[in-house]
């Protein structure tokens, strides 16, 4: 059963988002591919992100050329067409600038107190570039140097950075014993990058580092075998009773009426301008009747799974943008059961948020489709195909997307629809001291 404003409550877009793409005249008018990488502080809230933009469907890291130096552009182009608001949300944007564009005009287009500008390592410290980069911290920008490697050469951009981002892939302690008897005394915020590993992190907090990178943080950081918690348990039951196809309107009801927190969360939220209803909905009956119950359980699932983890609150946030990101698609592709894809990117961190190996919390959730369940687990059948293209996008694989025969474009849209949405719907469901480390900017040096 689903409710009249099912549509248009799953396919709602933010106005700055959403007319930046209705006013293209074509898809092509637009050629950027974006994502973002969180950074995060040492209590494990997201600061900034750094933005990755890449220009050509079959563009990787290695294979892109001068895909970096245009990334000062890129930026531009998306923040006009699309908002810093809805790329970031309030946290800092982080951009690498090259030196064309650094001594350019365009430049000063960028705002320097939601901007900081990454320095690329091939960008030469002469005189010029030096002056340029005094104007620029003394107009407010917060200067970071990428994959810094210390040489005679660029030893003067230490007088005028105020962040230093260290490459970890190859050992934290190497990485940060080449440059550590200059940093003494300069007041200099480290940023590990490229972390790989569980291991990895902990070693860059023993080591000092203050800001952390890397997509270890959106990976499951467990321990094979381990047991379902006693506090988890609640949340699975819930879960599994909300898999329940067979529920009538009267037992969903009272499924989620057990569980004050998740009835109060789930109404504020949907009252929220997140959701944008034109009416005011009073009771957990009246949103299951007005919205579809399919669009309730996708809800209650996401409720249920915030409000039960300790774990950074960006995790949720990533599946928040899966699950939407796989709803979406489903639907402009013309494939049945959105509110499955959905559920299988919210539940692909699942494991990670309730600290619980995939395979055991799947065990407990016996009323989940067996498709859900192959395609969380094993990435197989059609839901599973569809995981591994969002996740291929996220980590910025576009030529993943390129042998899959996909619209590009539409993989690209889906994505920052879902980025804005997942913001609005994060500012509702999480607290604002897990959300941005109490509402403050980290990345501003101290005076």
């Known amino acids: 059963m689903n409710g009249p404003h099912r549509e248009r409550f799953t396919r709602s877009t933010g106005t700055a988002l959403g007319a930046a793409i209705e006013r293209r005249s074509a898809p092509s008018a637009w050629p950027t591919y ?36 245009a990334t000062g552009e890129a930026a531009l182009t998306a923040m006009a067409d699309i908002g810093l608001d809805t790329l970031v949300g309030g946290r800092r944007a982080l951009v690498n600038v090259s030196r064309n564009f650094l001594l350019g005009e365009q430049v000063l287009a960028l705002p320097p107190e939601r901007v900081g500008l990454e320095v690329l390592e091939s960008v ?80 860059c907090r023993d080591l000092g580092f203050h800001y952390f990178q890397g997509f270890v943080f959106g990976v499951p950081q467990l321990l094979t075998g381990k047991r379902i918690r006693p506090s988890r348990i609640t949340v699975l039951n819930l879960m599994n009773a909300l898999s329940r196809k067979d529920a009538s309107i009267a037992q969903l009801e009272s499924i989620i009426v057990q569980d004050v ?58 599946g928040m943008i899966r699950g939407r990101m796989m709803e979406m698609l489903a639907s402009a592709l ?87 949405w997942a913001d609005e719907t994060s500012a509702c469901l999480i607290p604002l001291d897990a959300r941005a480390g109490g509402g403050r900017d980290p990345l501003r040096r101290a005076a």
């Open 261 to 318: 927190g998740l009835s109060v969360t789930l109404l504020r939220y949907l009252n929220s301008a997140a959701v944008g209803l034109n009416r005011r909905v009073s009771s957990i009956r009246e949103a299951i009747v007005y919205l579809g119950m399919e669009t309730i359980r996708s809800f209650a699932y996401l409720v249920s799974l915030t409000a039960h983890s300790q774990e950074p609150a960006e995790l949720a946030r990533i």
């Open 34 to 69: 974006v994502a973002r990488q969180p950074v995060y502080d040492r209590d494990r809230h997201v600061v900034a992100y750094e933005l990755l933009f890449r220009g050509a469907p079959d563009a990787t890291a290695a294979s892109v050329v001068d895909a970096q130096a």
């Open 334 to 420: 013309g494939h049945d059961d959105p509110p499955a894809h959905f559920t299988v990117g919210l539940l692909s961190v699942a494991d990670a948020l309730l600290s619980t190996p995939m395979d055991v919390l799947l065990d407990e959730l016996d009323e989940l489709d067996d498709s859900v369940k192959r395609a969380l687990i094993a990435r197989e059948g059609e839901l599973g195909d569809r995981m591994r293209l969002v996740e291929s996008y996220e980590l910025c694989r576009f030529d993943h997307l390129a042998t899959a025969g996909v619209n590009l474009h539409l993989v690209r849209d889906a994505y920052l629809r879902a980025v804005e």
């Open 124 to 203: 030469e410290p002469d005189a010029e570039v030096m002056a340029r980069l005094r104007e620029l911290a003394g107009r407010g920008y917060q200067i970071l140097l990428d994959d810094f490697v210390l040489t005679r050469a660029s030893r003067p951009l230490l007088d005028v950075a105020g962040f230093l981002k260290l490459d970890v892939r190859y050992g934290a302690g190497l990485a940060l014993g080449r440059v550590r008897e200059q940093l003494d005394g300069t007041g200099m915020r480290m940023i590990a990058e490229k972390i790989e590993s569980p291991d990895g992190v902990a070693t």
